[in-house]
């Protein structure tokens, strides 16, 4: 079995982050009695630090018992960095690259990993990637928009025209939503997650950006958000609006199937439905281990993505 959706942090990173901590404001809070340190950067998202997240042993055991046979790997949202001046977000992509890619050379049969990369920056970002991918990794995680610009603006057209020559993945995976209305009940991860990626998915496939860079091999986590289930909606408004279709060369349904996607959706049901709507060769195993809300063991079933999205 594969898993294309779970995290880790190498040595170096953690050591990176203790260097920076002031900097970065980082800062280690004991929250419950039976549970690690919670690590928080820049007082957003704290997340308990498990050992799984930092002992590659342990990190590894833990896949083999849940019959995974290779994992990809991508650097925690947590440490994007993208809020955070360029040089910093660049340097942290830099040693998180290098210490993922020692990784990989080290356990090739087990391991294959993804990049960070400074998308803050998206001429350095694109720099950064082609010397990741040089270096073994697949391509590279970032999160729905940086600088306050949305992927689908050209604002970051240098990062997906060199992703687009190296045939990269792009993994998109959401951060934390800041909408007021969810700061309670931890609405914020519940859905402010899938939603973050909602309205980054909605926005690219609307963008036309996939037919301007059709190389691109764009996988978004949690099973797209909520717009593989409501492109009844999306449909009806390319219907109607020019303002949805003007962009766009064949129906939005047409557009869904060109993305990739995990089955971190915990629901059969949910799975089934996207399966159907998208093809089972769109759609990935994932887990987001070693996260609270991870899906363990990652569900396989109907999902036959990998060798349409991967060379491993």
């Known amino acids: 079995m594969y898993d294309f959706h779970t995290h880790f942090i190498p040595e170096d990173v953690m050591e990176w982050v203790k260097e920076h901590k002031e900097t970065i404001h980082a800062e280690w809070v004991k929250k419950e009695k039976d549970k690690e340190e919670f690590l928080i950067v820049n007082q957003k998202w704290g997340f308990e630090l498990k050992k799984s997240f930092i002992d590659l042993t342990l990190f590894l055991n833990e896949q083999l018992k849940a019959g995974v046979h290779h994992s990809v790997i991508s650097p925690i949202p947590q440490l994007f960095m993208y809020e955070f001046p360029e040089e910093i977000t660049a340097e942290l992509s830099g040693v998180y690259n290098d210490s993922l890619a020692r990784l ?77 209305r969810l700061k309670r009940r931890m609405m914020p991860n519940l859905i402010g997650v899938p939603w973050e990626t909602t309205i980054c998915a909605t926005d690219l496939l609307l963008s036309g950006l996939i037919d301007r860079f ?82 363990w063991p990652p569900n396989e079933k109907h999902c036959k993505g990998a060798s349409s999205l991967i060379d491993f």
């Open 104 to 180: 990989v050379q080290s356990f090739p049969e087990k391991l294959s990993a993804l990049a960070t990369v400074p998308l803050n920056n998206p001429d350095k970002a694109a720099q950064i990637l082609t010397d990741a991918m040089g270096k073994g990794l697949k391509g590279a995680i970032i999160g729905p928009g940086a600088a306050n610009h949305m992927l689908s603006d050209e604002f970051f057209i240098p990062f997906f025209e060199e992703a687009d020559r190296l045939k990269a993945i792009v993994f998109i995976h959401p951060l934390l939503s800041e909408d007021p």
């Open 214 to 295: 059709p190389n691109v091999k764009i996988l978004f986590a949690h099973g797209g958000g909520f717009l593989p289930y409501q492109i009844g909606r999306i449909e009806k408004g390319y219907e109607e609006w020019e303002a949805v279709s003007k962009n766009l060369t064949s129906s939005p349904k047409e557009y869904l199937k060109r993305f990739w996607y995990d089955n971190v959706l915990w629901e059969q049901a949910s799975i089934d439905y996207l399966v159907r709507i998208v093809g089972e060769d769109r759609v990935v195993p994932g887990s987001d281990f070693p996260f609270d809300l991870s899906v």
